[in-house]
């Protein structure tokens, strides 16, 4: 009887300590690096795919550099606007 | 040959060359190791769910962590409604995982350092979850360009800009894991170098740098898979709950 409930209560304590350890080690480390890793591509994809799309037009259009200007700082905006939404999803966890 | 730091990048076939329809379809160094992942990856699963224990062995029980840990990342950022995508966020999770873990073994060839590869990944997974969103909401689903509370005169701006946002989701999620990989194994091989032909002298201070590096490396790999089906996940949770 005494046996059981010692047990017990060494489980409940073996728990908490490991439920604590969880939260402190994987769950908070892991994500904040994952989300470090995150950011910096965000950012940089977005202006590279407004280029490419004011390069594009551009051919098309035959404005040569007007249009891939205009969409570099579109690109940028939409870049910055990534990393702003990324921030966001990492503030409701 | 063993100094060039990019000489571990290389593709080159293995067997007959193999021509349909003027593409190349050979059996090359990187086919042989996506196949040999893919293997690994059946073997320690079907091994792992063999016996089913209810006191659990090593591998019973990494398998069982796996699938827990998979699922519980699909409920905490898609919802419910993304349970039926679970096989398929399950296996490319798993083998990134792998092709990364299999690519720290020396000698190996790191499958996730080609774009290619990534960008295929990438392609797939942004075009099949617009699909998705088109085929749940139908045309509702370009609402997602237009965000909640924005003045009429900015919106041809903001939609442009929500566009190119949309658009970019492929290049960001294939260039980030090739890169890390890519960086990671170059940056190895350097050090390595360094270690050569710095000899006895000098040697071990790169030595000591390259083993805490293989460490990163290893949890740059997880991590790096971990990011990838994350974002898939977030892609899924917008296609399939389309609320910002």
């Known amino acids: ?93 | 040959m063993a100094t060039n730091p990019m000489h571990q990048f290389n593709v080159h076939k293995i067997g007959p060359e193999i021509k349909i329809g003027g593409i190349d379809l050979s059996f090359t160094n990187a086919s042989l190791f996506m196949l040999f992942s893919a293997i690994l990856i059946l073997l320690f699963l079907l091994f792992g769910t063999k016996e089913k224990k209810i006191v659990p062995g090593k591998i019973q029980l990494i398998s069982e962590m796996l699938y827990g840990f998979v699922a519980k990342m699909i409920s905490d950022t898609a919802g419910k409604k993304a349970k039926p995508y679970f096989p398929f966020i399950f296996s490319l999770f798993i083998f990134i995982l792998f092709c990364n873990m299999i690519g720290m073994l020396p000698y190996s060839f790191t499958v996730t350092s080609h774009i290619i590869v990534t960008l295929a990944f990438a392609v797939f997974i942004f075009v099949g979850v617009t699909i998705l969103g088109f085929a749940i909401h139908g045309f509702k689903y370009l609402k997602i360009f237009v965000p909640s509370g924005v003045p009429i005169v900015l919106l041809p701006i903001i939609m442009i800009i929500e566009i190119i946002s949309y658009l970019s989701r492929p290049i960001s999620l294939s260039v980030r894991l090739f890169a890390n990989m890519m960086a990671g194994h170059t940056m190895l091989k350097v050090f390595g170098g360094f270690v050569i032909s710095l000899g006895l002298v000098a040697g071990w201070l790169p030595l000591t740098f390259s083993i805490a590096l293989t460490g990163l490396e290893i949890l740059v790999a997880f991590l790096q898979a971990y990011v990838f089906a994350i974002l898939t996940c977030i892609y899924l949770n917008d296609a399939l709950n389309l609320h910002h």
Request: net charge positive; no cysteine.
């Open chain 1, 1 to 93: 009887m005494n046996d059981s409930k010692d047990l017990e209560t060494r489980l409940k304590i073996a728990k908490s300590k490991l439920q604590n350890k969880k939260i402190k080690d994987t769950g908070e480390k892991g994500v904040f690096l994952g989300n470090a890793f995150k950011l910096g591509t965000e950012l940089v994809a977005a202006v590279v795919v407004g280029v490419i799309i004011g390069f594009i037009l551009d051919n098309w259009f035959g404005t040569k550099p007007i249009l891939i200007i205009i969409f570099f700082i579109f690109g940028s905006a939409a870049g910055i606007l990534n990393v702003f939404k990324a921030a966001k999803r990492m503030q409701e966890k």
